[in-house]
């Protein structure tokens, strides 16, 4: 009998009689879909595949921005402009509140005013 072939994790081999040959049968487990930040490798000790990789961490945005992860480029978009500084009167002063992402109005003295 010829010896057996080498054979890979997922495949069988089985010995013909009629034609007094190996035959080898089996396929590889297709490759898993994965994130495009992900990696798939196969492992031919436990013959199957395995995916590692983490997605990167979501950018540090204001309050006035949001974030939105791109598969296609595989990144974060940050998007999303600061509100415009509202009109004020000569004695008023606006400041930008971060925690509601909202410009506010101050009243103040008329001594800032040209008269």
């Known amino acids: ?22 035959e080898v049968s089996g396929e ?18 436990t013959c199957s595949w395995e995916v590692s990789g983490e997605m990167p961490a979501q950018p540090a945005i204001a309050c ?11 990144s974060w978009e940050v998007s999303g402009d600061m509100p415009d500084q509202p009109a004020i009167a000569c004695y008023e002063t606006a400041s930008f509140n971060t925690t509601t992402g909202s410009k506010r109005r ?8 040209l008269l």
């Open 28 to 45: 590889m487990p297709a490759q898993p879909q994965i994130a495009c930040y992900e990696t798939a490798s196969f492992n031919t000790t």
């Open 64 to 74: 006035y921005e949001t974030a939105s992860f791109n598969t296609t480029t595989c």
């Open 1 to 22: 009998m010829p010896t057996q072939p080498q054979i890979a994790c997922y495949e069988t081999a089985s010995f013909n009689t009629a034609s007094c040959s190996w």
């Open 106 to 113: 101050y009243a103040g003295s008329t001594s800032n005013c």
